[in-house]
């Protein structure tokens, strides 16, 4: 999940309970009478939800199914092309569907039994600490939806095809989801704002836009980068910088648009030795130190 509030629709609920999401006049939904009544009921399950109980059924149509056939076909050549051989071995260990699109609870019984991570729905925005935090008790916060029928490779909002495609294959590996929970565990322990702040923005240029050397050519392990089918073809081309924690904690980035600066990890076990010892270890006053020497 992204975590920009002006990224998400905002969700509304109703004097009478029932939830509405209120698209952008720009969202290639907006004008759909019978995909907006879904956004409203899809949100609803996920306000409903209370941790613990199974995640309730989406509805989707047959046009939404074939969406996921066409992008998982598609990304799956592009993936073999640019992703990590850990996040191809982490495909092939969840062995999502590929016809379909699963359901969330479908994704959490497939992932559970690999590494322990389960999947919660979220109907939006989730608040940056709830979001990050429980990735250290294995939980992963998703949305539900999938992006409108009439542009399958483009959606304004992370929708079920960034948070399965992106994030579920790569928590399927043992490498990658122990980076999640030490992103959580950094969550939970710093507790001021900015430095919550910076542990997100670490989280960002790694888990949602890492790219690695793998065999002599640079490739992707994010997930933004993996469930994006335009992006997933620019990024060698973008401003890429070393692997350093001082610099992603505090470079800006823009949500909307294709991330034009990327951190390069040298390997897996060099993102494990510097971010993952920076997310095991930091605290607030570690975090300021780390932003008076960028500065
Ligand atoms: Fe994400």
New binding site residues.
């Given amino acids: 999940?992204?975590e920009e509030a002006q990224y998400f629709a905002p969700i509304a609920t109703q004097d009478d309970g029932s939830v509405v999401v209120e698209l952008a006049s720009s969202h290639p939904g907006f004008a759909d009478p019978v995909y907006r009544a879904r956004r409203n009921a899809i949100a609803g399950l996920a306000v409903n939800h209370r941790r613990g109980e199974p995640i309730p059924l989406a509805e989707y149509t047959e046009q939404e199914h074939e969406v996921w056939a066409l992008v998982t076909r598609e990304l799956g050549v592009k993936h073999r092309a640019y992703a990590t051989a850990e996040y191809l071995a982490g495909v092939e260990r969840l062995g999502l569907p590929r016809e379909r699109i699963p359901q969330l609870q479908e994704v959490s019984e497939l992932l559970e039994p690999l590494t322990g991570f389960r999947y919660l729905p979220a109907a939006g925005l989730v608040p940056l600490r709830d979001f990050y935090g429980v990735l250290a008790d294995g939980y992963f916060h998703s949305t539900q939806y999938i992006r409108h029928h009439s542009v399958p490779f483009y959606t304004p909002e992370?929708d079920v095809v960034?948070?399965v495609i992106?994030?579920a294959n790569a928590l399927a590996s043992d490498r990658y989801a122990a980076l999640y929970r030490l992103a959580g565990q950094a969550a939970r322990r710093v507790e001021g704002e900015e430095a919550l702040e910076f542990v997100s923005k670490v989280f960002w240029f790694t888990l949602?836009f890492g790219v690695m050397r793998e065999g002599g050519e640079l490739r992707a392990y994010g997930?933004?980068i993996l469930s994006s089918y335009g992006e997933i073809e620019e990024f060698r081309g973008m401003d890429i910088r070393p692997l350093d924690v001082a610099a992603m904690g505090t470079t800006h980035y823009d949500i909307t648009k294709y991330q034009d600066v990327l951190f390069q990890a040298d390997s897996l076990g060099h993102l494990e030795d510097v971010v993952g010892d920076f997310w095991a270890t930091c605290d607030d006053d570690s975090i300021a130190k780390l932003v008076a020497t960028s500065s």
């Fill in positions: 999940m992204f992370p960034h948070e992106g994030h949602e997930a933004g």
